[in-house]
């Protein structure tokens, strides 16, 4: 007698996981790459072969793309050149932090001490300045540009040519104090954009250069 025959076992399909939503990096609308003009879409893949990602303030400024072309001319200039400076890449990159540290800047703070550590290898020296700039182990004429700064940042309105002559006493030319002040307004700029706007900083800021050279 032929044995009943069993019945199929059925198979449980695992659910598949939902991809996470991706986060907003801002309070406010912020365009995807499809929705960009030809020119800033160029511009992010500059970014994207440089660094292997695309910076959210590039994504969040191209909201209005034209500001955001004619803003990053500007601070691509004073920031990154070299033969036209009058200050090395060391000295804006921790003024950047120190102003960004005084207006409590998430954004500029995460990208701007990744930068620090990049071009010092230091990985300490960022951390210091975000704390308090005045304990760093720094030149006289690094503490005065920070102290310059961070005046220029919490009350301009105080300021008198004596600070402009401490610098000058130092081997400043006023072409140096005048760049060094257009980094300062640069970051006060960026720092209330960012603040107020909510942007987030890419994640892979926290990680890069920490290992020291």
């Given at each position: 007698?032929?044995?009943?025959?069993?019945?199929?076992?059925?198979?449980?399909?695992?659910?598949?996981?939902?991809?996470?939503?991706?986060?907003?990096?801002?309070?406010?609308?912020?365009?995807?790459?499809d929705?960009?003009?030809?020119?800033?879409?160029?511009?992010?893949?500059k970014f994207?072969?440089?660094?292997?990602?695309v910076?959210?303030v590039?994504?969040?400024?191209?909201?209005?793309?034209?500001?955001?072309?004619?803003?990053?001319r500007y601070?691509?200039?004073?920031?990154?050149?070299?033969d036209?400076?009058h200050l090395?890449r060391?000295?804006?990159e921790?003024?950047?932090?120190?102003?960004s540290?005084a207006n409590?800047?998430?954004y500029?703070?995460?990208?701007h001490?990744?930068?620090?550590?990049?071009?010092?290898?230091?990985?300490?020296?960022?951390?210091v300045l975000?704390?308090?700039?005045?304990r760093?182990?720094?030149?006289?004429?690094?503490?005065?540009?920070?102290e310059?700064?961070?005046?220029?940042?919490?009350?301009?309105?105080?300021m008198?040519?004596?600070?402009?002559?401490?610098l000058?006493?130092?081997?400043?030319s006023?072409?140096?104090?005048?760049?060094?002040?257009?980094?300062a307004?640069?970051?006060?700029f960026?720092?209330?954009?960012?603040?107020?706007?909510g942007?987030?900083p890419?994640?892979?800021?926290?990680f890069?250069?920490?290992d020291?050279?």
């Amino acid at each position: 007698m032929a044995k009943p025959r069993a019945k199929p076992t059925k198979v449980k399909k695992t659910p598949q996981k939902a991809r996470p939503e991706p986060q907003p990096t801002a309070w406010v609308r912020v365009p995807p790459e499809d929705q960009v003009p030809e020119d800033v879409r160029v511009l992010f893949g500059k970014f994207q072969e440089k660094t292997g990602f695309v910076p959210n303030v590039a994504r969040n400024f191209a909201l209005t793309p034209e500001h955001f072309l004619r803003w990053f001319r500007y601070y691509d200039f004073l920031m990154r050149n070299e033969d036209q400076s009058h200050l090395s890449r060391k000295e804006r990159e921790m003024i950047a932090v120190v102003v960004s540290s005084a207006n409590q800047c998430e954004y500029c703070l995460a990208s701007h001490k990744a930068y620090l550590r990049e071009i010092t290898g230091d990985p300490v020296l960022p951390d210091v300045l975000a704390a308090n700039f005045r304990r760093a182990h720094l030149t006289p004429r690094e503490h005065a540009l920070l102290e310059f700064a961070y005046q220029m940042t919490v009350d301009s309105a105080v300021m008198s040519s004596a600070d402009v002559q401490m610098l000058r006493a130092l081997g400043l030319s006023d072409e140096a104090i005048f760049e060094a002040a257009q980094v300062a307004a640069m970051f006060n700029f960026t720092n209330r954009l960012a603040n107020a706007l909510g942007w987030v900083p890419n994640e892979v800021y926290y990680f890069l250069h920490r290992d020291k050279r």
